[in-house]
């Protein structure tokens, strides 16, 4: 589910600074990049069986390479998704997301946001 209207879409933002921003608010990039894009995810546990919330901010190298640290990103549309265990994450409309999720998701994207207007290009 994309998750609208944060004031993050459309940032650019050094790299650099983004990574220490996301993960001083405990968002993961891990290995999840390339030379062009770069993932950021927030695990939100549930007590349904075998589901896992996720709060994935993306974003693209609009110059510079992610692989040497010197690229400038544009970040997209913030998503929420929901993984079932073994089978995947689904990011559908279609899926259903409790209120606290979709609270805990704008709370943590607010902070992304102001953290994020700190350092806009």
């Known amino acids: 589910m994309r998750i609208e209207d944060t004031g993050i879409e459309d940032a650019i933002v050094d790299l650099k600074p983004l990574d220490h921003l996301m993960e001083s608010i405990n968002f993961v990039r891990a290995g999840q990049w390339d ?32 692989d040497r640290g010197n690229a400038v990103i544009k970040l997209l549309t913030p998503l929420i998704g929901k993984h079932y265990y073994p ?23 607010t902070k992304v946001k102001e953290e994020v207007d700190k350092y806009k290009n």
Do not use: C, W
């Open 35 to 66: 030379y062009e894009r770069v993932t950021y995810d927030y695990k939100i546990g549930s007590a349904e069986k075998n589901i896992t919330y996720y709060i994935r901010v993306q974003g693209y190298a609009m110059e510079g390479d992610v």
């Open 87 to 109: 089978h995947g994450i689904e990011y559908g409309e279609q899926e259903n997301f409790p209120q606290s999720v979709i609270d805990r998701a704008n709370s943590l994207l």
